[in-house]
């Protein structure tokens, strides 16, 4: 089976959290400093605070902001459940708006159809590392005095205008999961160059303490803290950091194999009548996953999956989730777009030929 994703660590990886066991500092601690301040350089941006997921990230940046209960978050509903969770972990309520059909990134004039006096953020998704309008969506929120905090769980490296996502705005949250293009295992940072966003992003990570323990242990009553604001467990470990830290050195090269692959794909896909390509740009895209608009998606899929290649739906509309349901509202895009969307396997060891078998069984299908 060629599945639809697959980590690539090894031994240089393990090398690292070797030497976090034989430092006995397992927890937060100098690895995920050093973590910290490689992110920095790599992505031009004043502060990155480390956390132990992107949903983590995206619930501290939402709290620094000040969402609360009863305000509205405008969110596309085609993003994975984690961003909609943590809109609802603050209390507030996600409204969910439709996408670009060439793009699955948000309708930037369908959100702001959707704001009112309650609005006090809009979350876009980097959706497939293809990067959002920024321009539009920046004017959107001067405009209407807003908060913007990009989900870009799918674009670490993807760039917007010549910059790197994360390098502007306000706030930027990232994911380093399992399958993402580069891992910690587990993990997730915000990036900010907002000073005032990171300072409560750094004590809201551990649990509103002034001081993590790494600072306390370094200096003198090293027992002594104060908890000075609402905070959470959210803090990345030693031991992710480590893996995240030999992971960000061979970035450049994961970057440039997927995009290779992309194109691949781009060329044999093109013309077979029943797939739709959606946009790509291999100049400022870092592409998490590669997504086509299939007809007959269920049966190709199926067809696929006994040909031995698995494959994905990313992902289903969270307002057609049970427990966003009272969130609903016609989204007629986005449910278009969910009876087609198919996400075939992109990953770094993926191979050339393993590409032509894929392409060829779904030219097999349609023909």
Not at 105 to 114: G, K, L, P, Y
Not at 269 to 297: H, T, W
């Amino acid at each position: 089976m060629i599945p639809v994703s697959k980590p690539f660590v090894g031994e240089e990886e393990l090398e690292e959290v070797r030497k976090v066991f034989q430092s006995s500092w397992l927890g937060m601690g100098q690895w995920t400093k050093n973590f910290e301040d490689q992110l920095k350089n790599f992505l031009g941006v004043k502060h990155v605070i480390a956390v132990n997921s992107g949903t983590s990230a995206i619930h501290l940046a939402l709290v620094c902001c000040g969402i609360k209960n009863g305000d509205q978050v405008i969110v596309p509903s085609l993003t994975f459940a984690a961003t909609v969770q943590a809109i609802v972990a603050t209390g507030a309520e996600p409204v969910f708006c439709d996408v670009e059909p060439d793009t699955l990134n948000i309708d930037t004039d369908d959100a702001r159809r959707r704001i009112t006096e309650r609005t006090k953020a809009i979350v876009p998704v980097h959706y497939r590392g293809y990067p959002c309008d920024m321009e539009k969506i920046e004017n959107i929120a001067k405009k209407n005095n807003i908060r913007i905090i990009e989900d870009a769980a799918h674009a670490f490296g993807s760039k917007y205008k010549g910059k790197k996502i994360g390098s502007f705005g306000d706030i930027t949250c990232f994911s380093f999961d399992p399958i993402k293009i580069i891992t910690c295992g587990e993990g997730g940072a915000i990036a900010t160059n907002n000073d005032q966003v990171a300072v409560l992003a750094q004590k809201g990570r551990i649990l509103g303490i002034s001081k993590d323990t790494w600072s306390r242990y370094r200096h003198e009553r090293a027992w002594f803290y104060d908890v000075e604001t609402i905070g959470f467990r959210y803090h990345m470990s030693n031991i992710n950091a480590a893996i995240g830290i030999v992971q960000l050195k061979k970035f450049d090269e994961f970057l440039r194999r997927r995009i290779e692959i992309v194109k691949l794909y781009d060329e044999n896909l093109r013309n077979i009548e029943g797939v739709k390509l959606l946009k790509i740009d291999y100049d400022s895209m870092a592409p998490f996953c590669y997504i086509i608009r299939a007809q007959k998606r269920d049966k190709l899929m199926q067809f696929l999956k006994e040909n031995s290649i698995d494959t994905g739906i990313h992902y289903i509309p969270n307002h057609q989730q049970t427990f966003f349901s009272k969130y609903s509202t016609s989204l007629p895009v986005t449910e278009k777009i969910f009876e087609e969307i198919l996400t075939l396997p992109l990953y770094y060891q993926l191979k050339d030929e393993e590409v032509l078998v894929i392409c060829e069984k779904i030219k097999q299908f349609y023909s």
